[in-house]
């Protein structure tokens, strides 16, 4: 296998360092736009040597965002050329034109690496599928906040202290914004919602509630109440659609979600008979995340094809009912209606649609900007 890596940054630097010590793949070329000596003639700064190049027939992506990470898949895919990429961002936003160019054009696209880094999720998802129907998905899919979550809890740090602290040891994504206000979970989210029940799931499909406005207050609320608070990704099929959602949940603290410390992600599925099997480790970081786009290569190079899924289409939108703790000072008749009691200083509902809280927490945001929800378990 003849391989071009887009990206040799943290990740990108990783897979050079993983193949260059395999007899079965090389690296042909390494693009980037900076100059680094060690590559010598393998270095690139021109796309188009890629991809006029017959014998590359494997693209690894480690750019990361949109563009141009999307107009040179398209132009790989296009050429026959396999792609795998890290690229949540862009696999989740552009899911059906690029699946649609890899159905065209006969290779495989593969992303392992974009959902909980070194975690094999993905692809034990996909084997799932081809027995089971999975009757639910969710997980702490990422490091960042539940490193953020972890550390208030047990170290008594603020939020922004906790934060700091994320971004130094590297966990969180360049604006980190993405990860506190859930944006990077629900790209993983979709990815994996679309993977196990077929759907084209987008962004609007997929209520989101990050865990920003949190506070040391509600921390100890919560463990006072035996509950620990995770940023937790869900997705299930319901009698009228897909539901998909994010939003901070409160997990009795004997759970092994609730468990989960520092970085680390896991994620479970619940299939009809395998029942539910959970996949725990580092969902982050140059080597793990390497690893896995490493082992897309091998599973290309062992004959696999196409995308995990069998790419159906849209799905409607599904709704799931829980009760959910809410704080904020924003007067509601709605929010009285549904109070079941108080709980520090917010209050309990009865079990309710996740869209009706997710459009009630955004109808409230401009009236009360540090309102916080969290679903309980
Ligand atoms: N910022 C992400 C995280 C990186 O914290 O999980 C891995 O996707």
Known sequence: MKIALLGYGI????????????????IKYVLDLREFPELGERLVHDFDTIL??????????AMGGLHPAYEFAIACLKAGKNYVTANKHLVSHYYTELTQAMKQSGVCLRCTAAVGGGIPWLINLERARRIDGISSLQGIMNGTTNYILDTMLHGSVSFADALAQAQELGYAEANPAADVDGLDIQRKLIISANVAYDCLLTESDVPTFG??????GDIR??????????LVAAALPTANGVAAWIEPTLLPARTMMAAVPANFNLISFVGENAGEQSF??????RFPTAYNLVQDCIDILGGAKGFYGSLGGRVEQGSHAHPYYVRTSAKSDWLDSITDHTLGDGIVTVPVSNLQMHDFMSSISGADPDAFMAGIR
């Open 221 to 230: 609320t919560f463990t006072e109440a035996g509950y620990v608070c995770k």
């Open 52 to 61: 006029n190049d017959p014998e590359v027939d494997t693209v690894a992506e």
């Open 211 to 216: 865990i920003r406005n949190i506070t040391d």
């Open 11 to 26: 990740v990108g630097g990783g897979v050079y360092r993983i193949i260059e010590k395999r007899t079965d793949m090389k």
């Open 280 to 285: 725990y480790g580092q969902g982050a970081g």
